[in-house]
């Protein structure tokens, strides 16, 4: 049975959940690659001798022999030759640990810090961290930069290479120098790693109103039920709107967002699916909607990817929600799973989704019907700290996303 999965994934872009809140770029779950299907027949064959040549010059000739280590130089090759593909960000190689760190959070649980990770212009770029982690408790933000990992430097270094640094038991602790983009500032924090479980929905009433402020963070297993209990305790509340908040949410099952978009919607399709013969297939919207009337408003920003995009795009083509923040990520892929022999996993675009509309998302993102930057330094506001608000207080914070959508649904006969 074919289990498809839609994540940020490694690459240029390279995505990874340290210990972690692990993510892939999202494909379809088969039980092995069988090498064979490259053999001197094919017309993609590599030239296997020319690769010899330089593993043996390599072995003989490198001044630092102990450097030679077979494994690392063979998952390099590998890597090198998916990055060649030119597929930023999507089509990638994992290792056998990076394989493990994503089962755990496909499991909805793991030990780290709670931060997903990107690799640009070779810098480890923080995409984002998770709600309630290690890392989220320590200020750390979306689009802040790891310049070293305790007093070692890691700019320009391999993402598992980071990982092994960062990563650790729980109860342990890592330093962390951090610099911020949005001031030009580093600043270097101390973390300890944590048991972390995935909570993949939370919601509030937001206080003196009649709407909810719902939070997707992730779509790991279980998130459809844990979505039906939230919307089913909002409608037993008399909420008649919210906040849907799908801002640093990765990606994640894609079945799972098929099922927790059709909760929004009573018909049409969800996403369409586009293969490398361009033939194109519709995902329909499964029924039996919990909430089709509740009306909404998306949160989106920079970290809104994969799955996230697929719902994002769908409420907004069938002009069920307007969406609102900072363009998508652009994950557009559908990535078929390869395993290889020793438990690692070769990732390759095989398909690509669209919006209902056609819309193409690989690279663009989705953007949004009202945009709203985020203040630098600007915590999101979330439903369990929201919880603790009165309106005085949600009023006067400065996630302006969050107060520019509740503006949205506060008009004339929005809920309140």
Known sequence: MMNLRLFKTTGLKTLVFLSLWMALAGGIIVDRLVFARIGSDSPAAPDFKLISEAWDLIAKEYVMHDAVQPQKLTYGAIGGMVNALGDTGHSSFLSPDMVHLEKHFLEGSFTGIGVELRIKEGHIVILAPMEGSPAQRAGIQSGDVIMKVGEKDVVGLPLEEVINEITGRSGTAVSLSVLSPKTGQTRTLSLVRA???????????????????????????????????????????????????????????????????????????VALVRNNKGVTMPVRVEGGALAPDIELVVLVNEGTASAAEIMAGALQDAHRARVVGEKTFGTGTVLETFKLSDGSELL??????????????????????????????????????????????????????????????????AGS
């Open 195 to 269: 048991e972390i479980t995935v909570h993949n929905v939370s919601w509030t009433r937001l206080p003196g109103s009649g709407l909810a402020d719902l939070r997707i963070a992730g779509f790991s297993q279980g998130v459809t039920g844990e979505l039906r209990k939230a919307l089913a305790e909002i409608k037993k509340a008399g909420i008649n709107g919210a906040i849907l908040d799908l801002r640093d949410n990765p990606g994640g099952v894609f079945q799972a967002t098929i099922t927790a978009t059709s909760q929004f919607l009573r018909s049409g399709n």
């Open 348 to 413: 390759l675009a095989i398909a690509e989704w669209l919006t209902p509309d056609g819309r193409v998302i690989w690279h663009k993102g989705i953007a949004p019907d009202v945009e709203v930057p985020m203040p630098a330094g600007t915590e999101p506001l979330y439903p369990a700290k929201i919880k603790e608000m009165n309106p005085a207080q949600m009023r006067a914070s400065e996630d302006k996303q969050f107060l520019r959508a509740l503006d949205l649904l506060s008009g004339p006969g």
